[in-house]
């Protein structure tokens, strides 16, 4: 039997990005003795099992349910506070929060931790596993006229020494760093052409200085777009990180943060590399086994579906509520999967447009439907647990 269609389509885009990114040399392991693979994805048509042989049984609901919350620009306390007291009565035990290095450190070497303790602190204490998402480039990191997204090789050990600063200080605290956004785009690569070989640069940088001053830190690779696009806009998350293994980049992180968002689909819909769907997160985690990362954990920073009335990759809100308590059920058995965290909590004020339809919590504090569902999907889920 020959290669399956699948197989072919993946192996032509993989042709394509190599012909389009220049390639830029590899980084080399800690380790001399680490030797360079030739490795093969496996036919996304065919099910590999995850671990063979092990069955891993069901995790406790809500072990791995968080959401990602958006405090960036929420300056009043209270809300902070609110923002992690709502999570926690809904049962989560994750929270992803966004800690840009622009408003820690807006002048070299001068850090202001001020917001970013607040909501450290609260999340902390009201008992969440706390994932930080850590990017924005200061001005004086930046030629004039760059966006915020935009990180020359040149600032690397800037940016290295910030994300070592922000592990150090909260090293007790806050175990997992997530290094980057989305740089399989080219919006959040500065509006330049996509560079897996300079993302793994920055990555290896960061994790050496990371590791140097918080050891026990955990140090994830950036959670990529999920997209089909081979084009100056960004590549494929799947062929993305293939090239990214390629350069060197499996000892310089602890695992993989992954967005998975379903659209239209439900969350049982076969993954296939054509096709974006919730379990597309499944290829990326078939790529980290060929290449020998099978002990590597995946924390899920982004995932959802969107209940908004026109937007064309909305679901009703039925269907929302439905096809997030059959992912969250489903994701139980990933043993590889240490959280799924929604998009998003809460935003600081709406947007009016599709964004909005994606908040579990309004503006005002207010639990919308989605919320009350998962609160007691855990809560259902708790009791019959608990019984003998």
Not at 327 to 339: D, G, I, P, V
Request: hydrophobic content about 40%; proline content about 8%; aromatic content about 12%.
């Amino acid at each position: 039997m020959g290669p399956s269609p699948a197989l072919l389509t993946l192996l032509a885009l993989g042709a394509l990005i190599t012909s389009c990114i220049p390639s830029s040399g590899r980084i080399e392991p800690h380790s001399a003795s680490e030797q360079e693979t030739s490795v093969t994805i496996p036919p996304a048509d065919i099910r590999l099992p995850l671990l063979p042989q092990r069955d891993p049984g069901l995790k406790p609901v809500g072990a791995q349910l968080g959401v990602h919350t958006r405090l960036t620009d929420e300056v009043e306390e209270w809300k902070i506070r609110r923002t992690f007291e709502l999570v926690r009565q809904m049962g989560g035990s994750w929270v992803v929060e966004y800690f840009p290095w622009a408003y820690s450190e807006p002048e070299r070497g001068r850090y202001d931790w001020t917001h970013s303790d607040l909501v450290v602190e609260y999340a902390v204490s009201n008992g969440l596993h706390l994932v930080a998402r850590l990017d924005m480039v200061p001005e004086w990191a930046r030629p004039a006229g760059t966006s915020s997204r935009y990180l020359d090789e040149s600032a690397f050990e800037d940016y290295a020494q910030f994300v070592a600063a922000f592990a150090q200080r909260y090293q007790d605290r806050v175990r997992y760093i997530v290094v980057w956004n989305e740089p399989n785009v080219s919006f959040e690569w500065g509006f330049r052409p996509v560079d897996p070989e300079s993302y793994v640069r920055l990555l290896a940088t960061t994790y050496r200085r990371t590791k140097a001053v918080a050891p026990a830190a955990k140090v994830l690779f950036a959670g990529l777009a999920p997209t089909l696009e081979i084009s100056e806009a960004g590549v494929s998350d799947l062929l993305f990180l293939e090239r990214a293994y390629e350069a060197g980049a499996a000892p310089y992180f602890d695992g993989l943060a992954a967005h998975t968002y379903g659209w239209r689909a439900p969350p049982e819909e076969e993954p296939s590399p054509s096709t974006i769907n919730f379990r597309r997160v499944e290829l990326l985690r078939r790529i980290m086994l060929a290449h020998g990362d099978d002990r590597k954990e995946i924390l899920i920073t982004e995932s959802g579906w969107n209940d908004h009335p026109r937007w064309t990759k909305a679901v009703r809100p039925g269907q929302r509520i439905e096809y997030t308590i059959r992912a969250l059920e489903m994701t139980r058995r990933w043993h590889w999967l240490s959280a799924i965290n929604l998009w998003a909590f809460r935003f600081p004020r709406e947007s009016h447009n599709y964004n909005d339809y994606f908040a579990l919590v309004g503006v005002d504090f207010e639990p919308r439907p989605i919320y009350h569902a998962v609160r007691s999907y855990v809560q259902a889920g708790s009791q019959d647990q608990d019984r003998p």
